[in-house]
Structure formats: structure tokens, C-alpha cells
């Protein structure tokens, strides 16, 4: 096992790998920018080094001072998170070829799966469904028109490099299809330096499921139950849950057999996600995959029990798999994850920024919290707004919504506008109480007005026992 590990990353997530590695007795190296001297990851690290700059692209995505810190801190080993470097080839190559373990899949798999077109054609080979659309990516305004009149509309362009919604763009008519290509290009190469996209049918209003699966260097593969990651705002999710309402024991079955099948065609190991869409039918068809530790994992955990992190260092030093299929594909419980961003959720989830004048996280029976906010805490405009994460588990759907919709109740964050109210409101709803929604959930009830129990929830804080002069002190941002 590894003796120190450098965690490329900073936040929740760098807090999040240091608690597996703590409780496993190796040692923590954090970096960091100068914008996050006074971070919670810096003084929880064994030992931290900073990085310098203000933006990732001068300092979290420099692999050059990455590479630098984990050789002056001694690190037989870099972890990166998820984001950042974390799914970028070169980096883990350049880990391995410095000495160091890269907590993660090989370059090679990173590269084949990482590129969308690449992942599209494996998956074709390894008989894993896909949604019609165009062979490898598309060039031209010519080619994409060609591709769409074959196909049929909707569509979806899609950037061939990267994620998290960047370089997306759904094409319902022929009057938006060339504004569409030449957006998505556009933003492709802004956000990835890689301007190619490619064009595929668009599933209406289907569900977004996603595989959990762990790889190991002696040929075992093993899938987890699903993820439902259907509440989505500009493509990327707020509001997971485990396991989903519309995968059946035989669709799971069938979609993490797809997914081990695709895994191996590559020679993945360590832990990834694949991510389907499933249609009203029960079909499913495969999207992408993320080389990488995903956001939500913590809902998989909270339903098997397994720590998902301390696996990927386990396989990541050598070690064998020790749990079987029939051990792990069955859900235990029911989890719901909220993602707190600092976004105005009453105006088109704009960012939001500000300094943290008050803070308190729910707590009680499996409620979970995975944050690097504390009093003080300023959010800028250098990083992604996700701030924390709220995870709850019970023993069934139903008490796991009630015991979610109570800890959201309890959670204040005061200095700028969050997405809690927007989490509140979607798991009180009609639509995900009942389990019937998709990916269309923001589009056809969101925005809407202000019920009653959204202004309780706000309203409590002045319920936890503050008196007016407090309230007065740490005012409640504004919703409106």
C-alpha cells in the first residue's frame, strides 16, 4: 500500500480522498492556489504545498506544478478527484512516468474512453446499445446537415472531449441546426481545447442512468447498482438518488453487464462510471464514460456499503478484488444526494459568490455532509460553484425522502444564494415523490412560485432559536 499520497484537487473532494487515506494510515499531501491558502484541505493534509496562481489554469491544471509538489513532498502516489486533471491522459502519464502511482485508469484507457467518438465505436463493438448518429466526429456544417437528414430530428451535438454539459446542444429543428454546430464547436474548443463534436439521436424526455463499476489488474470487473441522475440544470445534475424508480432488476442486470462488457473491451481498470439513457420502453442506450471518481459516488456508497475511494487505492497498489457480483449488485436502502452550488436558482441558476457569515449542517441518523465550507469561507468566481454536498440513506425510498426533505429543512447557508431551495422543492414535488420524471424535470417545473413550504424552510432559521439582533446579523439572502 501506498505510504503517501498527493491529492491533485481541492475542496470537498480533497477532504473527502484524505478521510479514506487517513483512516488507512497513509499519509495526505494537499496543494494549493493562492486563493485557497486558508482552505480546509491545507491544514488537514499531513503536508501541503502551494501551487501559486488564482485560476485552475494557473495552478490546479498546471501539470508541471503538480508534478513538481508530488516530487518535493516525497508522494509515491497521485490521487487526482474528479474535475481538473482527473480524466487528462497526458497527466497520468506524466504521474507514471515520474515514479509515481496515478490513483486511476491507465492513459491508454483514459484516452480510448475519455474521447466520446472513440468510447461511441468500442461500445458499437462490444455490443453495447447506442443511439443512431454519426461515425466518429463531424467537421463541417455539410457533414452535420448530411448526418441529421439521415438520422432525423431531435439531435444532439455533443463535444468530443470532456463534459459536464460543455459543448452540448439540442437541435429540435432545421432552422437551429447550424447556429447549434457552430455553438457547440465553439465552446468545445473554449472548454476543451478540441473543437470536435459529434451528432447522435436525442432520446425524449428519457432518464439518465449511470453504472458504478471497479476494475482490477487481475481481470475482475464488478458493476453496482444504478444511479438516477435525471434533475439536471444546463445538463449537470443536482439531485441523485439510489436506486433508481425505472430500472427494473433485469433492466440493472442488463445495463451493468453492458457496462462491465464495455470496460473490459478497453483493459479498464480502477473505478469509472458509464452513463446511459433510458427510454419509457425500458431501453437503454450508452452515452459516455467518466475515467474518473464521479461527484455522486457517495450515493453508491451509502447503498453498499463500500467505500469507494479506499478501493481505488487498493486496486490502485495492486490488490484483488475482494467482494463478487452477487455481493454488491443488490441495493441496500434507498440515498439521495443534493448537490449545494452557490447558484440563484430564481435566476437561471446564475453563480453566485460571497463569504460565509453563517453556517449550519443538518444531522441525525444517515444524513451525510461532504463540504469544505466553514464560517469565513468566500466563494469566488475561480472555481466551480459547487460548494457541498448533502447525502441521505434509509431504509426505503419513501423514509429516505422524508428524512432528506428534513435535513434541507435544517441546512443554512447565509452569505449568498444557494441551490437548497431548488433541492427542496424538487424532492417535495409530485413528479420525484412518485418516481416519474426524466431529464426534462427543470424544463417543465421549474421556475415556479414560492409555496409555503419553501418559505418554512427558510424560515428556519429564526426556528433554531436566534434572537432578533442575531437575525439581524446573519440576514437570510433573498430568493426573489
Same mark, same amino acid.
Given at each position: ?138 467537421? /463541417? ?78 481481470? /475482475?470487473?464488478? #458493476? ?48 469509472? /462510471? ?47 478484488? /475482494? ?53 469565513? #469561507? ?103
Amino acid at each position: 500500500m501506498f505510504k503517501r499520497v498527493l491529492i491533485a484537487n481541492r475542496g470537498e473532494i480533497a477532504l473527502r480522498v484524505m478521510r479514506t487515506c487517513k483512516r488507512m494510515g497513509i499519509s495526505t499531501v494537499a496543494i494549493y492556489s493562492d486563493a485557497d491558502v486558508r482552505a480546509p484541505h491545507v491544514s488537514e493534509a499531513d503536508v501541503a504545498i502551494g501551487i501559486g496562481g488564482y485560476t485552475p489554469r494557473e495552478s490546479y491544471l498546471v501539470v508541471e506544478k503538480v508534478l513538481a509538489a508530488a516530487r518535493e513532498s516525497g508522494a509515491d502516489a497521485v490521487h487526482p478527484g474528479y474535475g481538473f486533471l482527473s480524466e487528462n491522459a497526458e497527466f497520468a502519464r506524466a504521474v507514471a512516468e515520474a515514479g509515481m502511482t496515478f490513483i486511476g485508469p491507465t492513459p491508454e484507457a483514459i484516452a480510448m474512453l475519455g474521447d466520446k467518438t472513440a468510447a461511441r465505436d468500442l461500445a458499437l463493438a462490444s455490443n453495447v446499445p447506442i443511439s443512431p448518429g454519426s461515425d466518429g466526429a463531424v467537421a /463541417t456544417f455539410d457533414e452535420a446537415r448530411s448526418v441529421v437528414e439521415r438520422i432525423g430530428y431531435p439531435v444532439i451535438i455533443k463535444a468530443a472531449a470532456g463534459g459536464g454539459g460543455k459543448g452540448m446542444r439540442i437541435v429540435e429543428e432545421a432552422s437551429e441546426i447550424e447556429s447549434s454546430f457552430r455553438a457547440a464547436q465553439n465552446e468545445a474548443l473554449t472548454s476543451f481545447n478540441d473543437e470536435r463534436v459529434f451528432i447522435e439521436r436525442y432520446i425524449v424526455e428519457p432518464r439518465h442512468i449511470e453504472i458504478q463499476i471497479l476494475a482490477d489488474h487481475h481481470g /475482475t470487473v464488478l #458493476y453496482f447498482p444504478e444511479r438516477e441522475c435525471s434533475v439536471q440544470r444546463r445538463h449537470q445534475k443536482v439531485v441523485e438518488e439510489s436506486p433508481s424508480t425505472a430500472v427494473t432488476p433485469a433492466i440493472r442486470k442488463a445495463m451493468g453487464e453492458a457496462a462491465a462488457r464495455l470496460v473490459q473491451a478497453a483493459s479498464y481498470t480502477n473505478a469509472g /462510471t458509464l452513463e446511459f439513457l433510458l427510454d419509457a420502453r425500458g431501453e437503454f442506450y450508452f452515452m459516455e464514460v467518466n475515467t474518473r471518481l464521479q461527484v455522486e459516488h457517495p450515493v453508491t456508497e451509502m447503498v453498499t456499503g463500500i467505500d469507494f475511494v479506499e478501493q481505488q487505492l487498493r486496486i490502485a497498489s495492486g490488490e484483488k478484488l /475482494t467482494y463478487n457480483q452477487t455481493d454488491v449488485v443488490k441495493p441496500k436502502g434507498a440515498a439521495i444526494e443534493c448537490r449545494v452550488c452557490a447558484e440563484d436558482v430564481f435566476n437561471d441558476f446564475l453563480p453566485d459568490t460571497g463569504v460565509v457569515s453563517f453556517m449550519q449542517l443538518p444531522e441525525g441518523e444517515g444524513v451525510r455532509n461532504d463540504t469544505a465550507l466553514y464560517e469565513g #469561507y468566500e466563494v469566488s468566481v475561480h472555481y466551480d460553484p459547487m460548494v457541498a454536498k448533502l447525502i441521505v440513506h434509509a431504509k426505503d425510498r419513501e423514509t429516505c425522502i422524508e428524512r432528506t426533505l428534513e435535513a434541507l429543512d435544517n441546512y443554512q447557508i447565509v452569505g449568498f444564494k444557494t441551490t437548497i431551495p431548488f433541492c427542496r422543492l424538487v424532492i417535495d414535488s409530485a413528479p420525484f415523490r412518485t418516481g416519474n420524471y426524466s431529464t426534462f424535470f427543470v424544463k417543465e417545473h421549474w421556475p415556479i412560485s414560492q409555496p409555503e413550504s419553501f418559505l418554512s424552510s427558510l424560515a428556519a432559521i429564526a426556528a433554531a432559536g436566534f434572537t432578533a439582533e442575531e437575525q439581524r446579523r446573519h440576514p437570510l439572502p433573498s430568493h426573489d
